[in-house]
């Protein structure tokens, strides 16, 4: 069975930090490309960043260029996003993506709330 779980989501104030988590289980997570994707309420979809399977090559949106940090560890089927200098402008639901040739799974999603 596919799983893709994403974690540490919560309440942070505006200028704070949190560090997402995305286990994988059930394909081959290591030859896929991992991205994130967030969707604030009432709004469309948006990809965030995106890492490549070998870890080396990442992509950032411009909003989150220089805040966010993508990493992958293939020994633990895990990709992390690293959040700092939070706004509330990045409140939404955070979803992981795993995509390897025409195959996409996603995750459930974990809400981050940036408010004072």
């Known amino acids: 069975e596919v799983q893709l779980v994403e974690s540490g989501g919560g309440l942070v104030q505006p200028g704070g930090s949190l560090r997402l988590s995305c286990a994988a289980s059930g394909f081959s997570f290591g030859s896929s490309d991992m991205s994130w994707v967030r969707q604030a309420p009432g709004e469309d979809p948006d990809w965030i960043s995106a890492?490549?399977?070998?870890?080396?090559?990442?992509f950032y949106d411009n909003s989150v260029k220089g805040r966010f940090t993508i990493s992958r560890d293939n020994a633990k089927n895990t990709v992390y996003l690293q959040m700092n200098s939070l706004k509330p402008e990045d409140t939404a639901v955070y979803y992981c993506?795993?995509?390897?040739?025409?195959?996409?799974?996603w995750g459930q999603g974990t809400q981050v709330t940036v408010s004072s």
């Open positions: 890492i490549r399977s070998g870890g080396v090559v990442k």
């Open positions: 993506n795993a995509r390897q040739d025409t195959i996409s799974h």
